[in-house]
C-alpha cells in the first residue's frame, strides 16, 4: 500500500494514502497556502497549488484562475524524493497541516513539537 512517511528526530511515522494536500500559512503576509500532492512509486508530485492571495514570495503561477475564493494554478515543478519542512514558530503562522483520506491532521500531531526539520517521503 502507498503510504506518506514523516520523518523527524530519528522517528517515523507513516499515513497510509495515494495523494494528501499540504497547508501552511506564509509568515509575512499571513495568507493560506495548500499545494496538493499525489505520490507515484518512490516520488511525490506536486499536481495543484493555490493561495488565499498574493504578495511577498507568493505569487500565483501564469496559468492561475479563481476557485471558491483561492487563486488555484498547475505547477511545472515535477517531481521529487522528499520535503523538508522547516518549522518557524512565528506568531499567527501556526504548524503545518497535512489534508489526506477526509481528515485534517496538524504536524504537531504526528511529530514533537519541537522537531526540525521534518522530511516527507513515499513510503510502502
Known amino acids: 500500500m502507498t503510504a506518506l512517511c514523516i520523518i523527524a528526530g530519528g522517528v ?3 499515513i497510509a494514502a495515494a495523494s494528501f494536500t499540504l497547508g501552511w500559512i506564509h509568515s509575512i ?22 493561495i488565499k492571495g498574493s504578495g511577498a514570495g507568493i505569487e500565483p503561477g501564469d496559468n ?29 503562522t501556526g504548524d503545518w497541516t497535512i489534508y489526506t483520506n477526509g481528515r485534517c491532521v496538524p504536524l504537531g500531531s504526528l511529530v514533537p513539537d519541537d522537531a526540525d526539520p521534518v522530511v516527507l517521503r513515499a513510503c510502502r
Not at 29 to 34: A, G, L, S
Not at 71 to 91: K, Q
Open 12 to 14: 517515523v511515522g507513516r
Open 29 to 50: 503576509e499571513k495568507t493560506p497556502i495548500e499545494d496538493a500532492w499525489v505520490i507515484e512509486g518512490n516520488d511525490l508530485r506536486v499536481v495543484e497549488s493555490r
Open 64 to 92: 492561475a484562475w479563481i476557485e471558491g475564493g483561492w487563486i488555484v494554478w498547475t505547477p511545472r515543478s515535477g517531481t521529487r524524493t522528499e520535503i523538508v519542512l522547516r518549522r518557524s514558530g512565528a506568531p499567527g
